[in-house]
């Protein structure tokens, strides 16, 4: 692992150290980079440097440096991305925002939270829960992920169906461009029109408008009570229908989690309770708010459903939510044994296609021969859709690219996005122009121009190449 | 604990860079660098393994792991973490060597477990020059400068009797049923009290503890440090002891380590099973309900997971039934009661700083809960505890779950 040293890079270390970084803020060697160059996708390209600054002005020493010599700066949270957002080229510098993980302030009177781009979402949960609020956005990353990476891919979870996912809680955000100019967009205020949205923009833009540094997040109340029930449908449709009604009828889950019959399959005998032989689709409802309208609720969900589902469980502690829940958490680990692999997308169609989406994936699976497993969020049309394979056998590899395409193309077709959460980085970008049409794209890019002219910030990542 | 290079390279491919053991690291969360959290180790050691010269990054970060297992626990994909650390220290011994104090001090493991009891007794006696006396007989610290011992260290106070002195003027109690006890060499010769409440509360139960002195060092310190060598002599003079007593089912320990590498040997006799001391007397709740009664301790008491026993062997619900037992309400949850206290065997005495900002946390956790004992089912962490209750100035003292309970059974 010896590598012959690099001019450039030895003469940023000297100028960093010289402008007052430390040693540890610096990860130089060969080895220590290659730990910078993956995120959850698996790639991994080790970059020139990689750059842990502890506050804006850092952010901002790096940037004009860079600019300087002309180099691509790669923005990092915790890595934990979906879409290989975070992955930078060999001549590029990475800018790890994990150091940047202070709290700033806690505003309760107006309900906001301030903090740097590093905070760990689940971090920020706990703290401001202690307060008696609620930060509502739930990615299944939350214990890892950061604000930052949070806000740039525009995360969400399942709580999406009635709280909305990161962006909804963003107000406002101070970021640095590529040149290391600082902008700010947003405020505390409730209603906030003044000038273009620049908030909305960057909230999504994977890093590829500007490195945030600051983030004002909006606070809710913590909800009194949450009940969590389990309703077992004999077909997709009849869940689909069943998920429609809740809506009409006023019932307002925070959570509508969905297993297809090859997820309950997997799972079935892991689980603490007997579901019907018959089971096709599995529902995992959550209701929270106010004590006496979630018992209110509960009761509706309950007479609504009795007939139609074929089992209908509501924890009573939280020891039986615990057990509600396995059935979605060990779907992952259960999944893997179908296959050595799996291709995963995480598309979003519109509620009412979800029974559609789902039986041409059924059919689709059938057409390639290889299973495709799907779960996912009911309540917001976003779909995990896992199609199990063995790479290894060229012939399944193959018949899994062509999969993928297909996927897209149906989702597409059923008025639906690539990505409901995950975002596209580099490992969608070659799909991206299947959903959108050249000025649109164009207009993007424009947008993507005038933020960063030479494209140095993040490049490769959601336009095709 | 033994694996071999194929599974290693299938463990390490197991791994999909998730990231998900960040959340859980001690040392990512102390140091917040990529090649500190299990995904990074294992990247590290992916890409540089079968190469004579190994970076500075690569031992720096091997050598920067508790064993805690928290990643391993919250890994979805199961991967042996734990494990490949071990191999990848044994890898870079078998190229660097043993670090010179470690070296030293397992060949006396190796050499009969005795010697190291009579170097044990000779600091005993020769303490009091070299440290001093901290106040509520809590430790002592050092005097003066000594090698490869961070000058911060907070040591017990060594005891001048060991377990095994003192267990000469036991009465024995052949009526009762026979129960193997592996006490473990910090209970051995640092706690030995332990040892002779946990003897004390087998014997109310009906158990006549066999405690024979052939039971050597279980090899934790010496798996965890790379030495592959020491460790298969350990388990192997242990076995045999196992062996001899085959006839006796069940092995019990109060060392939560202990319990984690005994339950991993290979080749244990058949049908023997080794049992922390909470989980037997969780099988004998009914008897142990009976003795208790109505007594109830009135200090409020806290309680840390300690690693090896919450990680290593899934048990966190027994001690908590054995605490609600004595205490009733007065016992009270940590934040975090699975956060790992710093110790990690050897490594709260070579990488200070680190471990003692993981283990402040742990202290103002503790300190929250306004409990004026804090316990935990290691020797292990009741030290680490205690010199962060020192270095906090924190009211609270560390002890075993079963001292509290052996008190309890002896007050009237
Ligand atoms: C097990 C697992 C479960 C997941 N579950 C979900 C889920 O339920 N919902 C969901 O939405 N996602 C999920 N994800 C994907 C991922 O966790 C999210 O996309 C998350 O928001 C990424 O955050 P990060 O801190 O890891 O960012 P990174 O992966 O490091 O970066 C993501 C992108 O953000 C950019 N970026 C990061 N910080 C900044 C900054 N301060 N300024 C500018 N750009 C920045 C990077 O350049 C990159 O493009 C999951 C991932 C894993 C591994
Ligand atoms: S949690 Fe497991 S699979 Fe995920 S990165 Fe860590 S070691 Fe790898
Ligand atoms: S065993 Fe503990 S210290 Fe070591 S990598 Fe895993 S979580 Fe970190």
Request: net charge neutral.
């Amino acid at each position: 692992m010896t590598e012959p040293t690099n001019p450039l890079r030895t003469q940023i270390v000297t100028r960093l150290l010289a402008l007052g970084f430390s040693k540890e803020q610096i990860v130089e060697t060969k080895a220590a980079r290659s730990c910078y160059g993956y995120d959850a996708t698996r790639q991994n390209i080790e970059p020139l440097l990689a750059l842990l600054p502890e506050n804006e002005l850092q952010v901002k020493t790096i940037l004009k440096l860079a600019t300087e010599k002309g180099l691509k700066i790669f923005p990092r949270g915790a890595g934990s991305g979906m879409s290989g957002g975070s992955i930078p080229s060999h001549d590029g510098i990475i800018v790890s925002l994990t150091k940047m993980k202070r709290i700033l302030e806690i505003d309760e009177e107006n309900m906001i939270a301030t903090v740097e781009p590093g905070v760990i979402t689940g971090e920020l949960q706990e703290v401001v829960s202690r307060l008696g609020l609620f930060y509502p956005p739930d990615p299944a990353s939350l214990a890892f992920s950061t604000i930052g990476g949070n806000v740039t891919e525009n995360a969400g979870g399942p709580r999406a169906v009635k709280y909305g996912v990161t962006g909804n809680f963003v107000m406002g955000l101070e970021a640095y461009l590529v040149n290391g100019e600082k902008i700010k967009c947003g405020n505390k205020c409730i209603k906030s029109v003044s000038g273009y949205d620049l908030t909305s923009l960057l909230v999504g833009s994977e890093g590829t408008l500007a490195i945030i540094t600051k983030i004002l997040l909006k606070l809710l109340p913590a909800p009194e009570a949450v009940k969590t029930s389990l309703l077992a449908f004999k077909s997709m449709t009849g869940a689909a229908h069943a998920v429609n009604a809740m809506l009409k009828h006023q019932i307002n889950p925070s959570t509508i989690e969905f297993l297809d019959h090859h997820s309950i399959n997997a799972v079935r005998s892991a689980l603490p309770f007997t579901l019907p032989d018959e089971t096709d689709t599995v529902l995992l409802v959550e209701i929270d708010g106010p004590k006496a309208l979630v018992e209110s609720q509960s009761l509706k969900l309950n007479e609504l459903f009795k007939d139609e589902a074929l089992l209908l469980i509501a924890a009573r502690d939280e020891n039986e939510r615990e057990q509600l829940w396995l059935a979605r958490r060990k779907l992952s680990p259960a999944i893997a044994n179908i296959a050595p692999h799996k291709i995963n997308e995480d598309i979003a169609v519109p509620l009412g296609a979800i029974p559609e989406v789902i039986s041409r994936l059924e059919s689709l699976s059938q057409e390639i021969n290889l299973p495709i497993v799907c779960f996912g969020h009911a309540g917001d049309g976003n779909i995990h859709v896992n199609v199990m394979l063995d790479k290894n056998d060229p012939d399944q590899a193959e018949r899994g690219q062509k999969a993928i395409n297909k996927i897209f193309s149906i989702t597409l077709e059923l008025g639906g996005t690539l990505s409901g959460e995950h975002g596209i980085g580099n490992t969608k970008s070659a799909y991206f122009d299947k959903e959108w049409g050249p000025v649109t794209i164009a207009t993007m890019q424009a947008i993507k121009k005038a933020f960063d002219p030479d494209n140095r910030l993040n490049p490769g990542k959601i336009f095709p190449t | 604990m033994t694996i071999t290079p194929l599974t290693i390279e299938e463990e390490l491919k197991k791994c999909v860079k998730c990231g998900a053991c960040m959340a859980v690291c001690p040392i990512y969360r102390q140091t917040g660098r990529e090649e500190m959290v299990a995904r990074g180790k294992l990247n590290l050691i992916e890409i540089i393994r079968n190469n004579e010269e190994l970076p500075p990054a690569w031992i720096e970060a091997v050598d920067h792991c508790l064993l805690c297992c928290s990643c391993e626990e919250n890994c979805s994909k199961g991967v042996k973490i734990t494990e490949i650390i071990a191999a990848a220290r044994n890898h870079q011994t078998e190229i660097i060597g043993l670090n010179p104090i470690k070296k030293g001090a397992f060949a006396l493991l190796k050499n009969r477990i005795l010697s190291l009891a009579r170097v044990v007794k000779l600091g005993s006696l020769l303490q009091w020059l070299l440290w001093q006396k901290l106040p509520n007989h809590s430790g002592l610290v050092r005097r003066f400068t000594l090698p490869g011992i961070d000058s911060k260290t907070v040591i017990p106070a060594l005891p001048l009797k060991n377990l095994d002195d003192l267990l000469k003027r036991r009465q024995p109690v052949p009526e009762l049923q026979p129960i193997l006890f592996f006490s473990g060499c910090a209970t051995r010769f640092l706690h030995p009290q332990i040892g002779l409440d946990l003897i004390f509360v087998l014997e109310q139960l009906g158990f006549n503890a066999i405690t024979p002195k052939k039971f050597n060092c279980c090899g934790m310190v010496t798996w965890g440090a790379g030495d592959k060598s020491t460790n298969r002599e350990l388990q192997a003079s242990n076995l045999k002891v196992l062996n001899d007593n085959a006839h006796i089912k069940e092995v019990v320990t109060g060392c939560a380590s202990c319990g984690h590498a005994l339950k991993e040997y290979d080749n244990l006799p058949e049908d023997c099973e080794i049992l922390d001391i909470s989980e037997l007397l969780f099988r004998h709740r009914e008897k142990l309900e009976q003795l208790v009664g109505s007594r109830q301790i009135t200090q409020k008491i806290t309680y840390h997971d300690p690693c090896h026993l919450s990680k290593g062997q899934e048990v966190t619900k027994e001690p908590r039934w054995l605490l609600k037992l004595i205490a009733g309400d007065n016992f009270i949850e940590m934040r975090h009661p699975e956060r790992c206290c710093g110790a990690g065997g050897t490594f709260g005495l070579t990488h200070k700083e680190i471990s003692r900002e993981i283990l402040k946390e742990k202290t103002d956790d503790c300190d929250a809960t306004g409990a004026e004992i804090v316990t935990s089912g290691c020797p292990g962490c009741i030290l680490q505890l205690t010199e962060g209750a020192v270095v906090s100035k924190s009211s609270w003292q560390a002890e075993h779950p079963i001292t509290l309970l052996a008190e309890l059974l002896r007050s009237k």
